[in-house]
């Protein structure tokens, strides 16, 4: 089993700071790809940034100014830091795992967090 948790969501003012965290925890011997995804009330959910083992990050081009994303691999955490926020920004935060190798050999995709709340008030 792998359990994604996510945590540092919350509510803020507009121009105010949120630092995102996610962490992986059960069977897992090496893990590929964690990223942030975003679902806004009456929207599609969306990808906000992604970075896979390797070094290799990117966050989607209307937030790259003021989202950054960082991974620490000895603990298979990823985090999202985000700045300058916006009402826009306001959505439940997804953490997403793919390429996940559960046992040596052996790899999966699509794991999910739950979800953290962040709402940006005006």
């Known amino acids: 089993q792998v359990k994604l948790v996510e945590s540092g969501g919350g509510l803020v003012q507009a121009g105010e700071s949120l630092r995102l965290s996610c962490t992986a925890s059960?069977?897992?011997?090496?893990?590929?790809?964690m990223g942030w995804y975003r679902q806004a009330p009456g929207k599609q959910r969306e990808l906000v940034a992604i970075?896979?083992?390797?070094?290799?990050?990117s966050v989607a081009s209307s937030l790259r100014d003021r989202f950054t994303i960082s991974r620490d691999n000895a603990k298979n955490a990823v985090y999202l830091q985000m700045n300058n926020l916006k009402p826009e920004d306001t959505a439940v935060y997804y953490c997403?795992?793919?390429?996940?190798?559960?046992?040596?050999?052996?790899?999966?995709?699509?794991?999910w967090g739950q979800g953290t709340q962040v709402t940006v008030s005006s």
């Open positions: 059960g069977s897992i011997f090496s893990l590929n790809t």
């Open positions: 970075d896979t083992d390797g070094g290799t990050a």
């Open positions: 997403k795992a793919d390429g996940v190798e559960i046992t040596p050999g052996l790899w999966q995709d699509n794991y």
